[in-house]
Nanobody, 124 residues
Framework: QVQLVESGGGSVQAGGSLRLSCAAS??????????MAWFRQVPGKEREALGV????????KYSDSVKGRFTISQDNAKNTLYLQMNSLNAEDTAMYYC???????????????WGQGTQVTVSS
């Protein structure tokens, strides 16, 4: 099992920034062997992939909707994934989830492990 705990969500004004964190723990897989991703979901809509990183090589991929505004990074010493979000707008309001798996699902929502989510609200 891999446990994921997101934090860092909150309310921000349009144009502002937030950094989300996702702390990973558990014994099923070493942190360096994980593919970890950020998704978001608005009620009534499908879960949207934002970006992904393969921890072992730090290779990243981003969806076109956030490329250039959002950045994924990792802290291997803390087993933590980050999502830096800049130039936020109202359309970024959603519940944000991190996900992990030893399989490289990249931007597909097929990950085995999911966090509980953290809410981001952007006011215009």
């Amino acid at each position: 099992q891999v446990q994921l705990v997101e934090s860092g969500g909150g309310s921000v004004q349009a144009g502002g920034s937030l950094r989300l964190s996702c702390a990973a723990s558990g014994s099923s897989a070493s942190f360096s062997g994980l593919c970890m991703a950020w998704f978001r979901q608005v009620p009534g809509k499908e879960r949207e992939a934002l970006g992904v990183i393969y921890i072992g090589t730090a290779e990243t991929k981003y969806s076109d909707s956030v490329k250039g505004r959002f950045t994924i990074s990792q802290d291997n010493a803390k087993n933590t994934l980050y999502l830096q979000m800049n130039s936020l707008n109202a359309e970024d309001t959603a519940m944000y989830y991190c996900a992990a798996d030893s399989v490289k699902w990249w931007l597909l929502p097929e990950y085995k492990y999911w966090g509980q989510g953290t809410q981001v609200t952007v006011s215009s």
